[in-house]
């Protein structure tokens, strides 16, 4: 990879784009480097946005990117879109 310029909007693409072919974007940056973004939508009106009712709250998780129960995989509703979003 080329060393970044001051100014050149195409590194924070290949960086992303590096990141996901090692597999090291996690979470909605995953989603966004693998899906693109689909602005004007959040996650929570998604029909992949899930809810799981735990002992004492609601954990948001989203059914593509998988689902653990753990934190590494805990979403938010406020979450801007990716491009696999569709009208819940
Ligand atoms: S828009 Fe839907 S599919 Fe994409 S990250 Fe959000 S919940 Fe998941």
């Given at each position: 990879?080329?060393?970044p310029v001051f100014g050149d909007d195409d590194w924070i693409a290949r960086k992303h784009a590096l990141?996901?072919?090692k597999g090291s974007l996690k979470g909605l940056e995953a989603m966004h480097a693998r899906y693109g973004a689909?602005?004007?939508h959040t996650c929570g009106d998604c029909v992949h946005f899930i809810v799981n009712?735990?002992?004492e709250?609601?954990?948001?998780?989203?059914?593509?990117?998988?689902v653990t129960n753990?934190?590494?995989?805990?979403w938010r509703k406020k979450n801007a879109a990716c491009?696999?979003?569709e009208q819940r």
């Open positions: 990879m080329t060393k990141k996901s072919l689909r602005p004007g009712s735990g002992h709250r609601n954990y948001f998780k989203c059914a593509l990117y998988g753990g934190p590494g995989t805990d491009g696999k979003w």
